[in-house]
Each structure stands twice: as structure tokens, then as C-alpha cells.
Nanobody
Framework: QVDLVESGGGLVQPGGSLRLSCAAS????????MGWHRQAPGKPRELVAN???????VYADSVKGRFTISRNNAEKTVYLQMTSLQPEDTAVYYC???????????????????WGKGTLVTVSS
């Protein structure tokens, strides 16, 4: 079983910063692209940023220059450093990963896509 567990969410004032972490666990053979998505109340889930194994990253236009995604492959962790936070950044932030993990019933490492349960970020004065 593979789990992605996010941490680091909370309440922050406008202009403040937060750092989110997402740790992957389980019989993981390879972590490929990892990323962060978010879902604000009443809105669809949207991509915030993702990063490949080699460190190439993509950002939503709304967060460019304010958010930085990074990863530690040895620790199977992806981070999202968020600065200059604004009320419109308020959302549940979800970790996502493309990976290969062992499935005992298959005796193989099929590709799969996993989501974390999310962490709430609230930007408010």
C-alpha cells in the first residue's frame, strides 16, 4: 500500500509564508512526477505545480514567482514553499504522485497515480 501524507497547512496572514510537505511511503520502486494541486470552496481542483524526477518544474500562472516546488528523492518527499500568500490562495492543497509500486497480488510494479488526503491552507487577516 502506498500513502502520500501532507503536512504544513494552517492559517496565515496575507503576505505570509508557509511550507507544505508531502511524504510518500510504501513499497515504492520509483517516484516519477510529483505535484501539488489545490481546491478552493466551490471551485474545481487545479494544478499548482509539479516536478519531475530530474527537477524540471511547471507552475500555474497564478503562483509563478511566489511558490517554489522541490523534492528530495532519497526521502521520497516533495515540498511547496509558498510566499506572498493572498486570500485567493485559500484552499485544500493535495499532493499527487506518479509512481511504480509493488503490488503483491500482481508480483509486479505497475504504474499508478496516488493522491494525498489534503491539507488546508487559509490566508486571512
Amino acid at each position: 500500500q502506498v500513502d502520500l501524507v501532507e503536512s504544513g497547512g494552517g492559517l496565515v496572514q496575507p503576505g505570509g509564508s508557509l511550507r507544505l510537505s508531502c511524504a510518500a511511503s510504501g513499497y515504492i520502486y520509483s517516484l516519477r512526477t510529483m505535484g501539488w494541486h489545490r481546491q478552493a470552496p466551490g471551485k474545481p481542483r487545479e494544478l499548482v505545480a509539479n516536478i519531475t524526477q530530474n527537477g524540471d518544474s511547471v507552475y500555474a500562472d497564478s503562483v509563478k514567482g511566489r511558490f517554489t516546488i522541490s523534492r528530495n528523492n532519497a526521502e521520497k518527499t516533495v515540498y511547496l514553499q509558498m510566499t506572498s500568500l493572498q486570500p485567493e490562495d485559500t484552499a485544500v492543497y493535495y499532493c499527487n504522485a506518479d509512481l511504480l509500486a509493488y503490488v503483491p497480488t500482481l508480483r509486479n510494479y505497475p504504474p499508478m497515480n496516488k493522491w494525498g488526503k489534503g491539507t488546508l491552507v487559509t490566508v486571512s487577516s
